[in-house]
């Protein structure tokens, strides 16, 4: 049979079967999973079986993470038989993109929500996601949100992402307008899933963008099951962020939702071993212009005859654009050289 893990719940896994979403199994990973040291992370395409008399023979182990002071992870492991499951992970398919903090596999489309105001819009950070997109190989889509407040910052923020090539959905949360178009478009990417696969997608930016007013909108069933009890306790207990997938009846087909406070602050550590000499192919708009400036080190920030630069001057790129380019290439580049060695080591 074949699944999705939706989540991970101490050394168990609740996986969802592609042909029947709306129930969640429990399972344990087949202990040739864990020799290759191959954990079942959500978001993973799988096949399951029936656990077999060898399965059950095995201890599960349990692995718990909390944050110990100084919030450095703790990891341990402890061996137990109490735990029984009709059911094992047998194969891992081959990922698509892994993203570590938060943990989640093969996630498709990261919907960047930019409120045009209240709370102000951070265009730095809304770049800095896109940066993280890309590398992924992750699509991003913007949203503009709290159209109502303002439709020409609203316009002009579609402008810009509209210039560098992102798909981009001016909308009205609140007031529901504009929400029926992106509606349209996830409806149409669910019945485009591949073969056995799954279509998903998670929602970030910043706290107050309207990021739960708009899935609520999206996807009334949500609300209802992620708001239940249990799961709110559960949540509330953990420090550590838990990606949960649900998956969302699009007419036709199925958008797993990836649910977790770990989007709305999208961690930005990776930024810590980023190669800022290859920054510039993260910024899409800037592709055409690559190898073509004067000098062949060109950094793109300032340098004469940058075709960068005169793309922008021209109006191909959006000046916020380029700004945070340079933001992200200083930041980068001030990030001590025996920091980065020790990042890119224990990666
Ligand atoms: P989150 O932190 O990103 O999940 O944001 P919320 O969904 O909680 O929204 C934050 C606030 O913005 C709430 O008071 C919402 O009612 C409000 N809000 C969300 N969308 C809109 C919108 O389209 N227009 C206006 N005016 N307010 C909105
Ligand atoms: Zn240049």
Known sequence: MRGI????????YGVRLTERPEEEILCRAR???????LSPTVGDDVRVELADDEDRKEPLILVEEAHGRGSRMKRTEKKDRGVDVDYVIDTVEERRSLLIRPPVANLDILFAVIPCASPEPDLLTADKL??????YGIETVIVVNKADLDPEKTA????????????VFPLSAARGEGVDALRAYIRERALDAPEGGHVSGAFAGASGAGKST?????FPDLRLETGSVSRKTER????????????????????WI??????SMLDFTRFDFFPYDELAS???????????????????LREEGCAVIAKRDAGGIAPSRHESYVRIYEEQRSVPEWKRRQIEGSR
């Not at 893990?5 to 168990?12: K, N, Q, S």
């Not at 708009?214 to 999206?218: P, Q, S, V």
């Not at 990836?258 to 989007?263: C, I, L, N, V």
């Open 214 to 218: 708009l899935m609520t909108a999206l």
């Open 156 to 167: 002009e923020i579609s402008r810009i992402y509209g210039t560098a090539g992102y798909r």
């Open 282 to 300: 993260s910024f899409r708009e800037f592709e055409d212009c690559l190898g073509k400036c004067r000098y062949t080190k060109c950094t793109h």
């Open 31 to 37: 202990g040739i999973l864990r020799q290759k040291k």
């Open 130 to 135: 896109t940066v993280i997109a890309e590398n």
């Open 5 to 12: 893990v939706t989540r991970g719940v101490g050394g168990l």
């Open 258 to 263: 990836a649910d977790t406070p770990g989007f």
């Open 236 to 255: 509330g207990r953990h420090t550590t962020r838990h990606v949960e997938l649900w998956p969302m009846d699009m007419d036709g087909g199925i958008f």
